[in-house]
């Protein structure tokens, strides 16, 4: 039997057969995963209030069906919360800042102290989990929270880019991972439940510049954290009154209750619309199951003329030059196929 | 210019059926070829924005699923949350179809599992995933010699296990069939 002969015969032992084509469900899975936050833009609006101070943040745009158990999280704020007045900061009034309170005493409160970053995202969740993404011209910084379950997963996919340096940051033992010469992740170990990874790239980026800005985070009071934000950014105290303002104009299911769809934690206005946007989408999409299952023809057509006709939300209107979520989401609309509400449920991502 | 989230998404539909063929290659159980998918394209994802070019994916994925797989067999940390639709999946293709399998198959798998680890993996990704010596090192972390080395032994070691005629239509080869593992279940 020569080479050939016995490579026939291997190849006809192959055990795998033809799946069927790539699994969708899997992927809107892993996308739903935090992952090394990417760099986005917020136009203009948030950039010029946010003049120094930061949040840190890991990033997943919507929420994500594999969101991590209720735990407490680090908080981390950038840049020099002295520097602003809390007359602008944001947050809300009595009772909410009663909530904005219990929710910043949970989180990560890490400032960096150096002026000139500019808050560009924030998507801080109330279960441990969270981003935020500063500029500053073109150096990024972002500083992502995760379940402290996730580090040595998180430690082994990094320790493939090489051994990391030890050092600290705001008093707590970090691994400086050197991704390119100009981009460096730092990950802090867990603390309370949570680690921190911190990402710095950009021009003039350098292990030095690194070492340095490093020297800058400091962790901060519940009080000082929440000065820091932005006025745009919406907290919990805020959000049951802009998620009313989000659904205006959008029509809603039979009997949905609009207080559920209130986000937890603190976003930047694009981040808390578009999870107030899928939140209807899947009151519709229950709708659209519960009628089919049903045999509701008519409550089926509305429910799937309500998802087409998302395209048309105000809430959507003024996002989509960021939104790939929405191209996504838009695109699966198009594609749905009528009879089968609980597919267009799975690739959207819809709890149960 | 795409963006990071696009370009996986590509990334995952142009090499999905080849990582799960990967790994359902080297799983015991078919079924648990979704945990290795799952984690190596969730690798991917952390790295979405750092990804190699695309004509590197597949060997730089198939590095990934290598050190995931290898994980798995240590009975490593597994993402049980993720992939489960895909674990349904593939169980429902294995109960489709029970496999019946022809006893030479699963008598060349037997003589394949009797090969060292690494002359084993240079034999399947040349064979099965049809890389060449140069994309196996690549993979397995050796010389595109240290490969073909390994290659010619695998060969010479398998034809000594399956014997050496060559086979037959309705041969039976009597490689350990004793031993083989309930294949397909």
């Known amino acids: 039997m020569n080479d050939e002969q016995l490579d026939d015969l291997v190849r006809d032992a192959d055990p795998y057969r033809s799946s069927g084509g790539a699994d969708p469900s899997l992927l809107e899975e892993i996308m739903s995963v935090p992952h090394v936050p990417s760099r986005r833009r917020l136009v203009g609006a948030f950039a010029a209030a946010a003049a120094v101070t930061g949040v840190i943040g890991a990033s997943v745009l919507l929420p994500d069906r594999t969101a991590p158990a209720p735990v407490a999280g680090p908080d981390v704020v950038l840049n020099t919360p002295a520097a602003v007045p809390s007359s602008v900061s944001t947050g809300g009034q009595g009772a909410g800042r009663q909530l904005d309170l219990a929710y910043a005493v949970r989180t990560p409160r890490l400032v960096i102290d150096e002026s000139g970053w500019e808050l560009q995202v924030i998507y801080g969740l109330t279960d441990g989990t969270g981003s935020v993404t500063y500029e500053k011209g073109d150096r990024n910084v972002d500083l992502s929270w995760y379940r402290a379950d996730y580090y040595p997963s998180y430690l082994e996919d990094r320790s493939h880019t090489g051994r990391p340096v030890a050092t600290r940051v705001a008093g707590s033992k970090a691994k400086i991972f050197t991704y390119s010469r100009r981009d460096f992740a730092v990950m802090l170990d867990p603390r309370d439940g949570t680690f921190v990874e911190i990402r710095v790239q950009g021009g003039g980026v350098d292990r030095a510049f690194v070492e340095e800005l490093l020297t800058r985070i400091r962790q901060v009071g519940p009080d000082e954290f929440l000065a820091a934000l932005p006025p745009e950014v919406i907290t919990p105290g805020e959000a049951r009154e802009a998620t009313g303002k989000a659904v205006a104009g959008v029509p809603l299911p039979p009997g949905f209750d609009v207080d559920g769809l209130t986000p937890d934690g603190a976003y930047t206005p694009w981040q808390f619309r578009s999870r107030v946007a899928k939140g209807v989408m899947c009151g519709w999409t229950g709708e659209w199951v519960r009628a089919v299952e049903a045999t509701d023809a008519p409550a089926a057509e509305t429910a799937v003329a309500a998802l087409r006709g998302s395209r048309n939300w105000p809430l959507l209107q003024d996002q989509t030059t960021q939104a790939n979520w929405t191209v996504h989401i838009w695109q699966l609309i198009d594609e749905l196929d009528p009879r089968k509400p609980r597919d267009f449920e799975n690739q959207l991502g819809c709890d149960r | ?185």
């Not at chain 2, 070019?53 to 050190?67: I, K, N, S, T």
């Not at chain 2, 090969?115 to 034999?123: K, M, N």
Request: hydrophobic residues 40%; neutral net charge; aromatic residues 4%.
């Open chain 2, 1 to 185: 210019m795409i963006s990071p989230e696009e370009r996986f998404r590509r990334v995952y539909a142009a090499n999905f059926e080849a990582m799960l063929a990967y790994a359902m290659r080297r799983v015991e159980q078919p079924e648990d070829a979704s945990d290795v998918v799952a984690e190596t394209f969730l690798v991917a994802w952390r790295r979405s924005r750092d990804l190699p070019p695309d004509d590197e994916m597949p060997l730089w994925l198939y590095g990934v699923a290598r050190r995931v797989l290898s994980n798995h067999h240590r009975g490593g940390a597994r993402r049980d949350r993720l992939g489960e639709r895909l674990r349904q999946r593939i169980t429902s293709l294995i109960a489709v179809d029970p496999g019946h399998e022809v006893p030479q198959r699963l008598a060349v798998r037997a003589a394949l599992a009797r090969l060292p680890e690494t002359d084993r993996e240079v034999l399947m990704l040349t064979v099965w995933e049809g890389l060449q010596p140069r994309e196996v090192a690549e993979v397995v972390g050796l010389s595109a010699g240290a490969v073909r080395t390994r290659l010619s032994r695998a060969r010479a070691r398998l034809r000594e296990l399956v014997g050496d005629d060559a086979p037959t239509p309705g041969h039976v080869l009597d490689v350990l069939t004793a031993t083989v593992p309930e294949e397909g279940r």
